[in-house]
């Protein structure tokens, strides 16, 4: 088993940024992939983007593109995401989430955090 914990979630005004914390703990010698997903009220989980462990690799999604980047520190275990030029369509709960695959499907992950609440302002 892999627990996640998210943090850094708030209220910002448009245009401003945050930056996401998860920590992974327990069994993460399964995990390969770390993602990133957000749900706005009413919407179904949406993908925002995923990074390998080992190779660095990532996938955005095309709305957060240029304004979002998701990194590792793999000594920590921790994944974030920075998220730059926020917008109001951004507000959602923000969710990272773990694989041993590399997918933008979240039906490829296993492990979720309890999410963090974003809040652009507009």
């Known amino acids: 088993q892999v627990q996640l914990v998210e943090s850094g979630g708030g209220l910002v005004q448009a245009g401003g940024s945050l930056r996401l914390s998860c920590r992974a703990s327990?069994?993460?010698?399964?995990?390969?992939?770390m993602g990133w997903f957000r749900q706005a009220p009413g919407k179904e989980r949406q993908f925002v983007a995923v990074?390998?462990?080992?190779?660095?690799?990532?996938i955005y999604a095309d709305s957060v593109k240029g304004r979002f980047t998701i990194s590792r520190d793999n000594a920590e275990k921790t994944v974030y995401l920075e998220m730059n030029s926020l917008k109001p369509e951004d507000t959602a709960v923000y969710y990272c989430a773990a694989a041993d695959r590399f997918s933008i499907l979240a039906g490829s992950y296993d492990s979720w955090g309890q999410g963090t609440q974003v809040t652009v302002s507009s």
């Open positions: 990074i390998a462990w080992t190779s660095g690799t990532t």
């Open positions: 327990g069994r993460t010698f399964s995990s390969y992939a």
